[in-house]
């Protein structure tokens, strides 16, 4: 497993990306790898960037400078060097060997759980319609739902929802799977089926990179911590040394401590 | 007053087929128009945006009567002669093409901007994800304010008698100049105007609920 040295080149390789909205710097020179493998969570203060950041490792955000790329490939800009964005069909090959898991779920209402996790494998990955059923019910299995193909999203409670989008994303066999607070929009009680589902992901070795609150499961789940504050990466390590309640870094210091009086 | 009913009949048939020809016709030109300017309203570059809103908003502004007589009596001026038949067809399709433009553009608006993300997520290209994720949820919505415009279109066509085309509304005006009934064959004419509408509406609601199992 990489620890993001360079021994190895990593899967996906952040560098130097920076982006403002209008006049405000969300990301200042952001480096980060993550290795094959890996689960790498980001935690930080709200506004620190977090999000803005795995939204630009699959180009649902551009960003002004730097470079992301995924396997040695630019995600969303032409090898040309000259920052040319890529085409539509191209951006979405892209897209496609990335998965994303988001906060507010956003399962498709009209398709049932099968038919969110089909769309992908049929119009994406060209699979027939017997072959993507057998995929999807395959997730669906795994994520425990297997009796609720064919159930629609609004027939499903939130944790349901949620295991339904881990599905639709990993259905797809992504090189990394991106997870945006996948647990914020959870009833605390649905939490535990959720993060059980990722947990069983990185057992099997899939690589991951996460924005999460719950501190505790970033401690047990992933190999790495990155602590994000201002834009910037603040603070890169193992779970034991980034959440040490002793850090002398003051800014994690203060998160952590803030952090800790509003959830324990 | 059956027998003054009996008599026009005949001369009806003909221009009520001319009504559903010209209504048929505008409805299908301006739901493709308005739903390709639609998508352009929506996801266009900037300069295109505008140039659909200014379209729009121009001819929402003025009454269909005056985009008729500005397109048959007007555009002749500039060197395009359209025989009246499609004149009127022309303007009552550039008059509903607006208003489709607005339906599509609540009913692609009132999609959650999540399920574009999530159908780029998954690598649906921009055809593909209006294609499969954002019309079939819009269309619940585009629907009943659509038909709408279907009833609004096959009433708006009796304008067309103004240019001297025999519609419904020309042929019932030209049995009266024979006739001089009035009475009858109006109250007929708008039996007929109404059973299209109805049948319509009922259609629509037929419509509307098969596809009400989409909940948000």
Redesign the interface.
């Given at each position: 497993m990489s620890t993001g040295s360079n021994d190895t080149p990593a899967l996906l390789d952040v560098s130097d990306v920076s982006k403002s909205f209008g006049a405000v710097q969300v990301l200042r020179s952001v480096s980060l790898q993550v290795g094959r493998g890996e689960v790498v969570a980001v935690i930080g203060p709200s506004g620190s960037g977090k999000t803005t950041l795995l939204r630009c490792v699959?180009f649902?955000e551009s960003y002004d400078s730097g470079s992301i790329r995924i396997d040695g490939k630019e995600v969303g800009f032409r090898e040309t060097g000259t920052r040319q964005r890529r085409g539509?069909?191209d951006l979405?090959?892209m897209?496609?060997?990335?998965?994303?898991v988001?906060q507010?779920f956003?399962?498709?209402?009209?398709l049932t759980a099968a038919g969110n996790i089909m769309?992908?494998l049929r119009?994406?990955r060209g699979k027939s319609e017997a072959e993507a059923r057998s995929i999807a019910e395959h997730w669906l299995g795994r994520v425990g739902l297997a009796h609720k193909a064919d159930s629609?999203p609004?027939e499903l409670s939130g944790g349901q929802q949620q295991r339904v989008g881990i599905a639709?994303?990993v259905a797809?066999e992504p090189k990394i799977l991106l997870l945006d607070e996948i647990t914020s929009a959870l009833d605390p009680e649905l939490v535990g089926e959720v993060l059980a589902v990722v947990r069983s992901l990185a057992e099997d070795g899939m690589t991951m990179l996460m924005v999460t609150h719950e501190m505790a499961f970033a401690r047990d789940a992933s190999s790495r911590i990155v602590f994000m504050a201002d834009g910037c990466v603040n603070a890169v390590g193992p779970p034991k040394e980034i959440l040490a309640a002793e850090t002398t870094n003051e800014r994690l210091r203060t998160f952590l401590a803030r952090f800790r009086a509003s959830h324990f | 007053m059956l027998t003054q009913i009996a008599y026009a009949l005949p001369f009806l048939a003909q221009g009520f087929a001319l009504t559903l020809w010209v209504s048929l016709l505008v409805v299908v030109l301006s739901l493709i128009a308005g739903v390709l300017l639609g998508v352009g309203l929506v996801y266009g570059p900037a300069p295109l945006r505008w140039a659909v809103r200014i379209f729009s908003d121009t001819i929402r502004g003025i009454p269909i009567l005056v985009l008729m007589f500005f397109v048959y009596y007007g555009l002749p001026a500039i060197g395009l002669h359209l025989p009246s038949f499609w004149a009127a067809v022309l303007a009552l399709t550039l008059f509903k093409t607006a208003q489709v433009v607005e339906y599509l553009r609540g009913a692609v608006g009132s999609i959650p901007k999540g399920q574009s993300e999530a159908a780029m997520a998954i690598g649906l290209t921009f055809r593909q994800r209006l294609a499969y994720v954002i019309f079939p949820q819009a269309f619940r919505r585009f629907l009943p304010p659509w038909i709408n415009g279907v009833t609004d279109a096959v009433k708006g066509s009796a304008l067309v008698s103004l240019l001297g085309i025999t519609d419904l509304m020309q042929a019932i005006n030209q049995v009266i100049g024979r006739t001089y009934e009035a009475m009858p064959l109006y109250i007929l004419g708008a039996v007929i105007y109404f059973a299209v509408n109805y049948a319509l509406s009922l259609a629509s609601r037929r419509l509307e609920r098969r596809f009400s199992f989409i909940r948000e």
């Open positions: 699959n649902l539509e069909r979405a090959a897209r496609a060997e990335t998965g994303m988001f507010s956003n399962l498709f209402p009209h769309l992908g119009k994406v629609l609004a639709r994303a797809m | -």
